[in-house]
């Protein structure tokens, strides 16, 4: 069965960096592009990034763009998403998602979740 | 803002029937397929709908989805007090080059 388990979230204070992954299985990882998306304390879903299934391509919510950068690693069923200059509205639950293919934006399974804390 | 609009809220009683909308544009629902989800309280998002009106393994035929020009609707029907959960719709807008999400809709079972 798919999984995906996200980990890496904890407290930060702001304009710290941290690094979020998200071990993948039960699927083949190269083939789909892996979104991240996020969610506030009591707010609705905000995506924030996706990368192709080699990691060629990436696109960045502007909220994030050049503050978090996602990559992977095909070799290890992992998707990461490095975070810097954090800021307080970073804030979330941080989701990895798979999609059904390559930006179709349909997200077919998600991970738990990891929470991610900005605070001084 | 989010850039799919639904209502924050709607409610109907068990065994009854409801809807959900979401209002895009012509760069995002009017151009590619919308899924639908459904989170409970307390848990990650779960995919009931997708390609606008297919239903994933497992999910019943309680749920369906269709697609207008640039809106989507989500409809329920025989609500049961375990549908109470937020929904939302996404899609990928072509001209942001994002995935977009819906503000979230809270379903009450009266």
């Known amino acids: 069965q798919v999984q995906l388990v996200e980990s890496g979230g904890g407290v930060v204070q702001p304009g710290r960096s941290l690094r979020l992954s998200c071990a993948a299985s039960?699927?083949?990882?190269?083939?789909?592009?892996i979104h991240w998306v996020r969610q506030a304390p009591g707010k609705g879903l905000e995506w924030v990034a996706i990368i192709s299934y080699d990691g060629s391509s990436k696109y960045y919510a502007d909220s994030v763009k050049g503050r978090f950068t996602i990559s992977r690693d095909n070799s290890k069923n992992t998707l990461y998403l490095q975070m810097n200059s954090l800021r307080a509205e970073d804030a979330a639950v941080y989701y990895c998602?798979?999609?059904?293919?390559?930006?179709?934006?349909?997200?077919?399974?998600w991970g738990q979740g990891t929470l991610v804390t900005v605070s001084s | 803002q989010s850039v799919l609009t639904q209502p924050p809220s709607v409610s109907a009683a068990p065994g009854q029937k409801v809807t959900i909308s979401c209002s895009g544009s012509?760069?995002?629902?009017?151009?590619?397929?919308v899924s639908w989800y459904q989170q409970l309280p307390g848990t990650a998002p779960k995919l009931l709908i997708y390609d606008n009106n297919k239903r994933p393994s497992g999910i019943p035929d309680r749920f369906s989805g269709s697609k207008s020009g640039t809106s989507a609707t989500l409809g329920i029907t025989g609500l049961q007090t375990g549908d109470e959960a937020d929904y939302y719709c996404g899609t990928w807008d072509s001209s942001l080059n994002s995935g977009v999400f819906g503000g979230g809709t809270k379903l009450t079972v009266l």
């Open positions: 012509s760069s995002n629902i009017g151009k590619n397929y």
């Open positions: 039960g699927f083949t990882f190269n083939s789909y592009g």
């Open positions: 998602a798979k999609d059904l293919a390559y930006r179709s934006g349909q997200l077919d399974y």
